[in-house]
């Protein structure tokens, strides 16, 4: 089972990035994924989510509006259109797979958003 992201990097504030998360090993389809986040000296947030079938989307208060959660299923990969980045929006961006009691975690991927 592997969850490997990418796509992080410097970004300026007010810009965009778009990170990847490719599964492999289990039945991506089946599986909600979600995006988490941890800056330093934080707790892991949860940022977005997005249902087995890519039907339904949520979003954390702090992120709606900017972030956008997709997922390609033939593809076995999960996205994050991140938009209009603010300093704040520095962390390591973790992808995460559920069904039920299976989950899985990704290595993470580093963001930083500065001038």
């Known amino acids: 089972v592997q969850l490997a992201e990418s796509g992080g990097g410097l970004v300026q504030p007010g810009g965009s990035l778009r990170l990847s998360c490719a599964a492999s090993?289990?039945?991506?389809?089946?599986?909600?994924m979600r995006w988490y986040r941890q800056a330093p000296g934080k707790e892991r947030e949860l940022v977005a989510s997005?249902?087995?079938?890519?039907?339904?989307?949520d979003y954390a208060d702090s992120v709606k509006g900017r972030f956008t959660i997709s997922r390609d299923n033939v593809k076995n990969t999960v996205y994050l259109q991140m938009n209009s980045l603010k300093p704040a929006d520095t962390a390591v961006y973790y992808c995460?797979?559920?069904?039920?009691?299976?989950?899985?975690w990704g290595q993470g991927t580093q963001v930083t958003v500065s001038s």
């Open positions: 995460y797979a559920k069904l039920v009691w299976n989950t899985y």
């Open positions: 090993g289990f039945a991506f389809s089946s599986y909600h």
């Open positions: 997005i249902t087995s079938g890519g039907d339904s989307t």
